[in-house]
C-alpha cells in the first residue's frame, strides 16, 4: 500500500513513487530546491565519425549503440501530436531487443500511442511518466499500469529533467529535417510540425540523443532548433509521422453559442478590467474557447488600434494573423499547433521558437510567464475557493495532460472560461476531484451565466465595479447551476490504488489520481 500524507493543500499524495523519494506540496512558492543542475556525460570527438556522419541504419542498430538495457528511461516529444509514428517503432524496436521495465518518459502522448498498451501489458514498459488521453488515460486510470504514472506541466518536466529527478538514459528526437551530423529542425521539410522546443532539454541533458528523421539534407541543416553537437546517432525513417494531426478537435474555434458568449464576456472583462492597452501581453490556450477569446480580442484590437508588444503561447492561425496584420509585434511560441503556424514560423522572424527553460521552468532566473498581462485557459473543474482540474474528469478518469497550464497561472492574470455545465455535469464543484491549480493564482471564472472574481483580486473588484458585466458570487452561481441540473453528480467510485501523482511547477506533489473501479 502507497503511503500517503496531507500536503499544503489538504491532499492526501504520495512520499515515495516507484521508489523514489517524492516531496508534498508545501504551498505556492514555498518548497526552494538546492543544488546544482544535472549534465549529460562528458563526450569526446574522436569517438565520432571525423566526417561528421551520425547515421544509422535503423532504430534498433541505433538502440543496440545506445546499450540500452531493463530498467532504462527513453524519452521523446510530441510536437507531433497525434500524427507521431516514432514512438511506437522505438518501443517495437526495444521489444525486439527483449528488453523490460523502461520508464517512457514523453512530452505528452496521443491516441496515436494506443499500440503501446501491448508493451505495457507485456512488460517492455513499466510505466509512463507524461500525460495521457484516449486509449492510454484509460488503462492508466483502470489501476492496470504497473509503476504509477507522473503527470508533469511543461516547465514541470524540463525542471524533472535540469534538477536530475528524472535522469534520461536515452533522448528520441522525432525531427522533419535533419542533417546526417544531427543538426536538426522542425519548421520545415514534409512533416514540418514547427518548433522542437520541447526536445531541447532533452538533447542537452540525455546521455544518448537520437536524431530520427524523414528528412535527411546536406550538412549543415541551418537553422537548427537541435544542436548536432548534442546528438549520438541519426536514423532515417520513411515517416516521422503525419503533420495535418498536429490540429485536433481542441484547437479549433468554437461553434457553441454559449462557449461564443463566454468568449466574448472574457474579452470584455480583459477590456474594462484595464488589461487591453497597448504594449500589453497575453496567452490564450489551445481549447475552442480559448481561441474564438482571441478573435474577439482582435475585432477589439482592430478598433481602437492596439497593439500588443507579445502573444505567448501555441500558435495558430488565428495568432498567425494578428502578427501579419501588425496586432503584435512578437509572437513567442511554444508549441506549434497548425498548419499555418508552421509556415509563419519558417518565414516571419517576428515569430519565435521558444522553449519550455524561457517560458515555463519555475526552477530558472525568472520565465516569460510572469510577464504576461493576462492569461486565458481551459479547465475540467472549478471548486468555490478556485481550485482548479484540467486533468481528470469529474468521474476521475484521465483526460489529458497539464501542458503548460500551470506554468500560465504566474501570469498577471489568470481566467478560466468554462461552460456552467457539461453534460449535465456542473463544473464548478465544492471540491475538484483532482487538484492541478492552487486557487489563490486563479483571478477570475467566466462562464455563460456570470464572471466570478476570486476575493483576493481586490484591485479587479473595483476596476469592475459598476460595470455592466454580469459579476457573480461563485457561490452563488453554483447553487444556481446545481438547481438547474438537479444537484451534484455522484462522485467518483474511486479505488485506494494510487495510479498517477500531479507535480506542482516546482517538483513537489501536489495531488494524486486514483483507480477508477466502475
Not at 485 to 498: R, S, Y
Request: proline share 6%.
Amino acid at each position: 500500500m502507497t503511503k500517503l500524507v496531507t500536503n499544503a493543500a489538504g491532499r492526501q499524495v504520495p512520499v515515495e513513487i516507484n521508489g523514489e523519494p517524492a516531496v508534498p506540496y508545501q504551498g505556492v512558492g514555498a518548497y526552494r530546491p538546492a543544488g546544482r543542475k544535472a549534465a549529460s556525460p562528458i563526450a569526446v570527438c574522436q569517438d565520432y565519425p571525423s566526417d561528421g556522419d551520425k547515421v544509422v541504419k535503423d532504430l534498433k542498430t541505433a538502440l543496440e549503440h545506445a546499450g540500452l538495457r531493463d530498467g532504462m528511461t527513453i524519452s521523446s516529444h510530441h510536437h507531433l501530436r497525434n500524427g507521431d509514428r516514432v514512438a511506437n517503432q522505438v518501443f517495437a524496436a526495444a521489444a525486439e531487443l527483449g528488453v523490460k521495465d523502461l520508464r517512457w518518459f514523453p512530452s505528452a502522448s496521443f491516441p496515436c500511442h494506443a499500440p503501446l498498451i501491448e508493451h505495457l501489458e507485456s512488460g517492455v514498459i513499466h510505466h509512463i511518466e507524461g500525460s495521457m488521453n484516449g486509449p492510454l488515460g484509460d488503462y492508466c486510470s483502470s489501476g492496470k499500469m504497473r509503476g504509477m504514472s507522473v503527470l508533469r506541466s511543461h516547465g514541470g518536466r524540463w525542471q524533472a529533467i535540469q534538477d536530475g529527478e528524472v535522469p534520461i538514459d536515452i533522448a528520441i528526437i522525432a525531427a522533419p529535417t535533419a542533417d546526417p551530423f544531427g543538426n536538426a529542425t522542425g519548421d520545415r521539410g514534409p512533416t514540418a510540425c514547427g518548433l522542437l522546443g520541447f526536445a531541447l532539454a532533452d538533447s542537452i541533458y540525455a546521455d544518448h540523443v537520437i536524431v530520427v528523421t524523414d528528412n535527411l539534407v546536406p550538412f549543415p541543416c541551418v537553422p537548427w532548433q537541435i544542436q548536432g553537437n548534442n546528438v549520438d546517432q541519426v536514423v532515417v525513417m520513411d515517416s516521422i509521422g503525419d503533420a495535418s494531426k498536429i490540429v485536433s478537435g481542441t484547437t479549433q474555434i468554437t461553434r457553441s453559442p454559449d462557449r461564443l458568449l463566454i468568449a466574448e464576456l472574457t474579452a470584455r472583462f480583459c477590456d474594462e478590467a484595464g488589461i487591453v492597452r497597448d504594449g500589453f501581453s497575453f496567452q490564450a490556450g489551445a481549447g475552442g474557447t480559448a481561441l474564438s477569446f482571441a478573435l474577439f480580442l482582435r475585432d477589439m484590437m482592430r478598433e481602437r488600434k492596439i497593439k500588443a508588444r507579445f502573444v505567448r503561447g501555441g500558435s495558430t492561425q488565428y495568432l498567425v494573423d494578428m502578427l501579419e496584420e501588425g496586432l503584435t509585434d512578437y509572437i513567442l511560441d511554444g508549441q506549434t499547433f497548425d498548419l499555418e503556424g508552421v509556415r509563419s514560423m519558417r518565414e516571419n522572424p517576428g515569430h519565435v521558437n521558444t522553449s519550455p527553460f524561457t517560458s515555463y521552468n519555475w526552477h530558472g532566473k525568472g520565465n516569460f510567464a510572469s510577464m504576461l498581462d493576462a492569461v486565458v485557459l481551459g479547465a475540467t473543474e472549478v471548486d468555490v475557493d478556485f481550485n482548479a482540474n484540467v486533468v481528470t474528469h469529474s468521474d476521475g478518469r484521465l483526460l489529458h495532460g497539464i501542458g503548460g497550464w500551470q506554468n500560465c497561472l504566474a501570469g498577471k492574470c489568470t481566467i478560466l472560461p468554462i461552460p456552467s455545465f457539461r453534460d449535465r455535469i456542473p463544473v464548478i464543484v465544492d471540491r475538484v476531484t483532482t487538484l492541478c491549480g492552487p486557487g489563490e493564482l486563479i483571478d477570475v471564472i467566466v462562464t455563460e451565466r456570470g464572471i466570478c472574481i476570486n476575493p483576493q483580486r481586490v484591485d479587479l473588484i473595483d476596476a469592475l465595479r459598476g460595470s455592466s458585466l454580469p459579476i457573480r458570487d461563485i457561490r452563488d452561481l453554483k447553487g444556481e447551476i446545481d438547481e438547474m441540473v438537479g444537484g451534484q453528480p455522484t462522485p467518483p467510485d474511486l479505488g485506494e490504488k494510487v495510479v498517477a501523482a500531479i507535480k506542482w511547477v516546482d517538483g513537489t506533489v501536489i495531488d494524486c489520481v486514483r483507480e477508477v473501479r466502475s
